[in-house]
């Protein structure tokens, strides 16, 4: 068995592009036979580029040509993780049409709305929707670019690229698979694999010692993400916090005892899980994962959160972490203050966490998933159109 692994990887490196590798190595690691197709977007594209990239997000002809020179025959896989914008939803229609089994990983909503990321509020995945999104510029700030996205999501639909070129679809968590339910994708090829992180106390390594003494964030400084609201709420808080993954915003009033560590390795990123009281995650918008949860649970960090999207599924309050309070800033900065002054129920946190990461999280436990379907998809198994 072949498999194929195609991905579009971002300008600026994101969680998908990081699940993606680490599934290669896991791949490589597990006797596949793993053929990447991997794709980088132009970093300055000119306004010929920006056209060509704009069509090219309803139907890549080129895509043909590209997939043929892979060495699969009938019943080898196509794993796609992010199509956009260079391969497009044809990349399913071509693949079907030399034999291959196809498998999307659904990481983001680009398939249901421009944006790629899902409101507070419950939406229907409605033409009218797509028009609304389009009309506010969700995509790039665009109205030009977004209504480009909302042809390729419309084409697609009319064309039941979903229902009929794909034969399974990875949801990372029961909240994804629960909104492309209610958007109409078949129940019986959609299947919850949650994403995996190395295991820091693999090969023997003891578990990791020493005083935990600041909280941390990691990640982009994105509105989504919501650093502006902890930096904010940090203003009422007297202890460490360590921002990584983040520039120091130009614009703002950042307390003296946050410090700003830049993008880290892997391993200098380890570190800083293993060192922290507290993981805090006050994203705004409802997430279809959480890599940087999963990453502290194996460190036995314990984790705040908001109780948006997947992040409800990862996080137990009182378990493995707490969820952020939302109603204001001053509820915050007093829900944080409360947990670093408790610093026994933080390690019992962090030890539950700890638990919760083996018994989900591990890379044995996303290969023996992943390898079962698509085994069963060579075997002629999975679901066919």
């Excluded at 995996?196 to 090969?203: K, V, Y």
């Excluded at 003891?206 to 990691?218: D, K």
Aim: charged share 20%; glycine share 6%; hydrophobic share 40%.
């Amino acid at each position: 068995m072949k498999v194929i692994q195609a991905h579009c990887f971002y300008r600026q490196r994101g969680g998908e592009d990081v699940v993606v590798e680490r599934e290669a190595l896991l791949l490589q690691e597990s006797g596949v036979s793993l053929l990447p197709w991997h794709l980088n977007n132009p970093a300055s594209p000119t306004a010929i580029e920006k056209l060509s990239l704009a069509l090219g997000t309803l139907w890549q002809r080129k895509v043909r040509q590209q997939l043929a020179t892979f060495p699969v025959s009938g019943g080898d896989i196509l794993h796609v993780h992010n199509f956009f914008p260079l391969l497009s939803p044809s990349v399913f229609h071509y693949a079907k049409r030399q034999g291959l089994k196809t498998v999307l990983t659904l990481h983001n909503f680009r398939s249901l709305t421009p944006s790629a990321m899902l409101p507070d509020r419950l939406i229907d995945y409605s033409w009218c929707h797509s028009l609304q999104q389009c009309w506010q510029g969700a995509y790039q700030d665009s109205k030009l670019a977004s209504l480009v996205v909302a042809g390729m999501i419309e084409l697609h639909r009319w064309r039941k690229t979903w229902l009929h070129q794909v034969d399974a679809f990875i949801c990372p968590s029961e909240f994804v698979r629960q909104q492309y339910l209610k958007a109409g994708f078949p129940a019986d090829k959609l299947r919850v694999i949650p994403h995996f992180c190395p295991d820091p106390r693999a090969g023997n390594h003891s578990p990791e010692q020493g005083e935990r003494t600041f909280a941390l964030f990691v990640g982009r400084n994105a509105p989504e993400k919501g650093l502006h609201r902890l930096l904010e709420a940090w203003q009422e808080i007297n202890f460490p916090l360590v921002i990584a993954g983040a520039d120091r915003p130009r614009t703002g009033k950042v307390p003296a005892n946050v410090r700003f560590v830049g993008i880290s390795d892997a391993s200098a990123l380890g570190k800083l899980y293993a060192e922290a009281s507290l993981l805090i995650v006050p994203s705004q918008v409802a997430e279809t994962f959480g890599n940087v949860v999963i990453e502290g649970f194996s460190h036995a960090t314990p984790v705040l959160a908001s109780p948006r999207g997947a992040l409800q599924e990862l996080v137990q309050p009182g378990i493995n972490g707490e969820w952020i309070a939302l109603d204001s800033l001053s509820a915050l900065a007093s829900q944080i203050k409360q947990l670093l002054a408790e610093p026994a129920h933080l390690r019992h946190l962090g030890h539950m966490a700890r638990q919760r990461y083996e018994h989900y999280y591990t890379p044995e436990a996303h290969a023996d998933q992943l390898m079962r379907l698509y085994k069963e998809l060579h075997q002629g198994q999975g679901s066919t159109d």
